[in-house]
């Protein structure tokens, strides 16, 4: 016995050392692969400087930056500060212009958002949302499944889509387990039934991820790449009319986000939930049970949604376009969506977390222990600065784009597929975008491809719209593979979905929201927003750009 259990712990040590070096040579390769990528990429591009024009000094900006980003040899956020040196020793823009971009008002309208939901994480509002909604689904698997893809398509348009991923997923592998634990009562089930119990429980959890990127396109807000857009939009159109705004974004995104959900649920269902068990009460009562076990709803909690609520008022009645808004008090310019954003952020960094009572205040132990409802110690553990940076290289990218000439360059490069029927351009620039978002953040994607479609639809005559929204909104279609986007990268985590599932199906609930975003870009988009005529304000920024 001693000799054999002598001899299996050398075969043990034997297989950690070979996987210990195999682990060593694989993170020499990566860091030999960087170095590579690092130093040769503006060794490979640097002939551009010595052509003519700031568009090629800028070209040669764009260049290393996309590398960088798509190789991700240093961390997302680190490439994205790189404009502030590349952009003025090159000549692109003097270092204060480029750092100005870095921290504009779309920026803060991200961080207002951002604190908003960091609150509703705080106070544990979200689980109480997403219980209080599961619990009235039924016990049908695909209607189980429905009211996890609504719930959470629901929370990732106002928080961030990787919490409420990350928030659902446990959720999720409860309502599985019940599932399969009833399904194991039943002997009668033979293996069709126990293939049935695992593509369910596949089904199942890929729709929390998928409904989380969908989700994030319904308000200006809930993704990146959206306010990306509407930071360009600025950068690239200085006179650009309020035309586009957080309602108008909403009413015109949010239609589409239901209708693409509807179809990547129904997509699901055909694909994992045609063997499924059949309903089981169980999981209605397990929903239920949870639901009934959190506690009363706290003062807190009440709090938040208060400051939710008023935050909402406040940007639909700026400007809601059916009558005016309280934002013509104000000076053009004077009060925006960012505005809003940072008065509730404010409110949630004064008001209490416990219901205030005067007689508790007196000693000032006290009073230290009272809490508010959103706190600078949540803010450094969860607050996603890296995004805030990585959202201002994005707008730093496109200021140098615009007054270098290198968005005028491209769109006339282009010009020869300008006179393609819209449609045709719609699909070609989105389907460029799903590919190279299913390898890089949407933010990364639409901070490339944003100024360069907009210079296409400018110089084909179309409205900007036309081409910036649909590019934008198939920046958050990153279906098929797990490093996509992190909600994709967390439902892989849970080990209940193979990438040989992700990337089938994520392949081809691609294709049908891309098809479905072109017919609604063509039909009921124009109900929402002017689409139809060329904007005066696009004319205005052509023929600048020409002279």
Same mark, same amino acid.
């Given at each position: 016995? $001693?000799?054999s259990?002598?001899s299996?712990?050398?075969?043990q040590?034997?297989?950690?050392?070979?996987v210990s070096n195999?682990?060593r040579?694989?993170?020499l390769?990566?860091?030999l692969?960087?170095?590579?990528v $690092?130093v *040769?990429?503006?060794l490979?591009?640097?002939?551009?400087?010595?052509?003519?024009?700031p568009?090629?000094?800028?070209?040669?900006c764009?260049?290393i930056i996309a590398?960088y980003?798509?190789? &991700?040899?240093?961390?997302?956020?680190v490439t994205?500060m790189?404009?502030?040196? *590349?952009?003025?020793?090159?000549?692109?823009l003097?270092?204060?212009?480029?750092?100005?971009?870095y921290?504009?008002?779309?920026?803060?309208?991200?961080?207002?958002?951002?604190?908003m939901?960091a609150?509703v994480e705080?106070?544990d509002?979200?689980?109480?949302?997403?219980l209080s909604?599961l619990?009235?689904?039924?016990?049908?698997?695909?209607?189980i499944?429905?009211?996890?893809m609504?719930?959470? !398509?629901?929370l990732? =348009?106002?928080?961030s889509?990787? !919490?409420?991923?990350?928030?659902?997923?446990?959720?999720?592998q409860?309502?599985?387990?019940?599932l399969?634990?009833?399904?194991?009562?039943?002997?009668?089930?033979? &293996?069709?039934?126990?293939?049935?119990?695992?593509?369910? !429980?596949?089904?199942?959890v890929?729709?929390?991820?998928?409904?989380?990127?969908?989700g994030?396109?319904g308000t200006?807000?809930?993704?990146?790449s959206?306010?990306?857009m509407?930071?360009?939009?600025?950068?690239?159109?200085?006179?650009?009319?309020?035309?586009?705004?957080?309602?108008?974004?909403?009413?015109?995104a949010?239609? $589409?986000?239901?209708?693409?959900?509807?179809?990547?649920?129904?997509t699901?269902?055909?694909f994992?939930l045609?063997?499924?068990p059949?309903?089981?009460e169980?999981v209605?009562?397990m929903?239920?049970?949870?639901?009934?076990?959190l506690?009363?709803?706290?003062?807190?909690?009440?709090?938040?949604?208060?400051?939710?609520?008023?935050?909402?008022s *406040?940007?639909?009645?700026?400007n809601?376009g059916?009558?005016?808004?309280?934002?013509v008090?104000?000076?053009?310019?004077?009060?925006t969506d960012?505005?809003?954003a940072?008065?509730?952020?404010?409110?949630?960094?004064?008001?209490?977390?416990?219901?205030?009572?005067?007689?508790?205040?007196i000693?000032?132990?006290d009073?230290k222990?009272?809490?508010?409802?959103?706190?600078?110690?949540?803010?450094?553990?969860?607050?996603?600065w890296?995004?805030v940076?990585l959202?201002g290289?994005?707008?730093a990218?496109?200021a140098?784009?615009?007054? @270098?000439?290198?968005?005028?360059l491209?769109?006339?490069s282009? =010009?020869?597929?300008?006179?393609?029927?819209?449609?045709?351009?719609?699909? $070609?620039?989105?389907?460029?975008?799903?590919?190279?978002?299913?390898?890089c @953040?949407n933010?990364?994607?639409?901070?490339?491809?944003?100024?360069?479609?907009?210079?296409? !639809?400018?110089?084909?005559?179309?409205?900007?719209f036309?081409?910036?929204?649909p590019?934008t909104?198939?920046?958050?279609?990153?279906?098929?593979?797990?490093?996509?986007?992190?909600?994709?990268?967390?439902?892989f985590? @849970?080990?209940?979905?193979?990438v040989?599932?992700m990337?089938f199906?994520?392949?081809?609930?691609?294709?049908?929201?891309?098809v479905?975003?072109?017919?609604y870009?063509n039909?009921?988009?124009?109900?929402?927003?002017?689409?139809?005529e060329f904007?005066?304000?696009?004319?205005i920024?052509?023929?600048?750009?020409?002279?």
């Amino acid at each position: 016995m $001693l000799e054999s259990s002598s001899s299996t712990n050398f075969v043990q040590h034997f297989v950690s050392r070979e996987v210990s070096n195999k682990e060593r040579l694989l993170c020499l390769f990566r860091r030999l692969r960087n170095g590579l990528v $690092l130093v *040769l990429t503006p060794l490979f591009f640097g002939q551009m400087l010595n052509w003519e024009g700031p568009e090629w000094k800028c070209a040669y900006c764009v260049c290393i930056i996309a590398i960088y980003w798509m190789s &991700e040899v240093m961390p997302l956020a680190v490439t994205a500060m790189l404009p502030v040196v *590349l952009f003025p020793l090159v000549g692109v823009l003097d270092a204060n212009t480029t750092a100005k971009e870095y921290m504009n008002d779309t920026n803060f309208l991200f961080i207002g958002g951002l604190i908003m939901a960091a609150a509703v994480e705080k106070c544990d509002l979200h689980e109480r949302v997403a219980l209080s909604v599961l619990r009235c689904v039924g016990s049908e698997p695909k209607w189980i499944m429905l009211g996890f893809m609504t719930v959470t !398509a629901l929370l990732s =348009s106002f928080i961030s889509n990787t !919490a409420t991923t990350a928030m659902m997923v446990p959720i999720g592998q409860s309502v599985v387990q019940q599932l399969i634990s009833s399904f194991q009562h039943h002997p009668t089930n033979g &293996e069709r039934g126990r293939l049935g119990c695992k593509k369910m !429980a596949t089904g199942l959890v890929l729709s929390i991820c998928f409904a989380a990127n969908i989700g994030g396109t319904g308000t200006a807000t809930g993704t990146p790449s959206n306010l990306v857009m509407l930071g360009q939009l600025n950068a690239l159109f200085p006179k650009v009319d309020g035309s586009l705004n957080y309602v108008t974004w909403i009413f015109f995104a949010y239609p $589409l986000m239901l209708l693409c959900l509807g179809v990547a649920w129904a997509t699901l269902v055909w694909f994992f939930l045609r063997d499924a068990p059949e309903k089981d009460e169980a999981v209605t009562e397990m929903l239920k049970t949870r639901y009934n076990e959190l506690p009363r709803m706290t003062y807190a909690e009440k709090s938040v949604f208060v400051c939710f609520c008023i935050l909402l008022s *406040l940007w639909i009645f700026r400007n809601p376009g059916i009558v005016p808004g309280f934002g013509v008090f104000f000076k053009k310019g004077a009060y925006t969506d960012a505005t809003s954003a940072m008065i509730v952020a404010f409110l949630l960094f004064i008001l209490p977390s416990e219901k205030p009572d005067l007689a508790t205040y007196i000693k000032k132990e006290d009073l230290k222990k009272k809490g508010c409802l959103m706190d600078w110690k949540t803010m450094q553990e969860t607050f996603p600065w890296s995004v805030v940076l990585l959202l201002g290289g994005g707008f730093a990218l496109a200021a140098g784009v615009k007054e @270098s000439g290198l968005s005028l360059l491209i769109g006339n490069s282009l =010009s020869s597929i300008g006179h393609l029927p819209l449609w045709i351009l719609q699909l $070609l620039t989105m389907f460029i975008a799903m590919i190279i978002t299913n390898i890089c @953040s949407n933010t990364v994607t639409a901070s490339i491809f944003v100024p360069i479609v907009a210079t296409l !639809a400018q110089k084909a005559g179309h409205h900007p719209f036309t081409l910036m929204l649909p590019t934008t909104l198939a920046s958050s279609f990153a279906f098929i593979f797990p490093v996509g986007t992190p909600p994709n990268a967390i439902v892989f985590g @849970s080990g209940m979905v193979k990438v040989s599932d992700m990337a089938f199906v994520g392949g081809i609930i691609s294709m049908e929201l891309l098809v479905l975003t072109i017919l609604y870009m063509n039909s009921i988009a124009y109900l929402t927003l002017p689409l139809l005529e060329f904007p005066s304000w696009a004319v205005i920024a052509n023929s600048t750009m020409q002279t």
